[in-house]
C-alpha cells in the first residue's frame, strides 16, 4: 500500500474508532472493486459494492466475507468477453 495511503487509511480506522485493515484486507478490496468495476464496465460499481462488503462484513471473519462478496460479485457481473 502506498505510504500516503496507508496513512489515511489508518488514521481515519482510528477516528472512527474501528480496527486499522490488514494488508490481506486491503488486497481483498481493491480485488472486490476490480471486479465490480471490470464485471459492469462503470467504475463507479467498485465504492458502491465496497461499501455493501463493508457492511457485510462488519462484526464478523472481514477476509471470508470480502471473498465471499468478491465472488457473488463476479457471478452476478462477469467481465466482458473479448
Same mark, same amino acid.
Not at 19 to 26: F, Q, Y
Not at 38 to 46: K, L, Q, V
Given at each position: 500500500? *502506498?505510504e500516503? +495511503?496507508a496513512?489515511?487509511v489508518?488514521?481515519?480506522?482510528?477516528?472512527?474508532g474501528?480496527?486499522?485493515?490488514?494488508?490481506?484486507?486491503v488486497?481483498?478490496i481493491l *480485488?472486490?472493486?476490480?471486479?465490480a468495476a471490470?464485471?459492469?464496465g462503470?467504475r463507479?460499481?467498485?465504492?458502491?459494492?465496497a461499501f455493501?462488503?463493508?457492511?457485510a462484513?462488519?462484526?464478523g471473519? +472481514?477476509?471470508a466475507?470480502l471473498?465471499?462478496? +468478491?465472488r457473488r460479485?463476479g457471478?452476478?457481473?462477469?467481465?466482458?468477453r473479448?
Amino acid at each position: 500500500m *502506498s505510504e500516503k +495511503r496507508a496513512e489515511l487509511v489508518e488514521a481515519l480506522a482510528k477516528e472512527l474508532g474501528v480496527e486499522a485493515l490488514t494488508p490481506v484486507e486491503v488486497e481483498s478490496i481493491l *480485488s472486490l472493486a476490480g471486479v465490480a468495476a471490470h464485471g459492469t464496465g462503470d467504475r463507479t460499481s467498485a465504492p458502491l459494492v465496497a461499501f455493501l462488503a463493508g457492511l457485510a462484513a462488519a462484526g464478523g471473519d +472481514r477476509v471470508a466475507v470480502l471473498d465471499d462478496v +468478491r465472488r457473488r460479485t463476479g457471478a452476478l457481473a462477469p467481465p466482458p468477453r473479448d
